[in-house]
Nanobody, 123 residues
């Protein structure tokens, strides 16, 4: 089992920044990648960003490229999502996920999910 705990969400004005954290505990050695997904009311969960633990390879949705940066701290088993130039359309519940994934952009590839943290961007 892997337990994931997100933090760092909140309310911010458009153009502002937030940094989300996701701390992993448990059998983290089984995980090859960590991902961030988000879900807005009435919409499906969508991929935001992902990173592989070993290589550090990163993946981004087109909608966040150039604004969001995913990073990891292997020693702390923690992944971060730095979000800059936030827009109202970034408003959603953000979830981190862990798993042994082949395609890190697909939610179904992940085995474990956090509870989510709310990000609200006001215009």
């Amino acid at each position: 089992q892997v337990q994931l705990a997100e933090s760092g969400g909140g309310l911010v004005q458009a153009g502002g920044s937030l940094r989300l954290s996701c701390a992993a505990a448990g059998r983290t050695f089984r995980s090859s990648a960590m991902g961030w997904f988000r879900q807005a009311p009435g919409k499906e969960r969508e991929f935001v960003a992902a990173i592989r633990w070993s290589s550090g390879s990163t993946y981004y949705a087109d909608s966040v490229k150039g604004r969001f940066t995913i990073s990891r701290d292997n020693a702390k088993n923690t992944v971060y999502l730095q979000m800059n130039s936030l827009k109202p359309e970034d408003t959603a519940v953000y979830y981190c996920a862990s798993g042994t994934v082949l395609n890190p952009t697909k939610p179904r590839e992940y085995d474990y999910w956090g509870q989510g943290t709310q990000v609200t961007v006001s215009s």
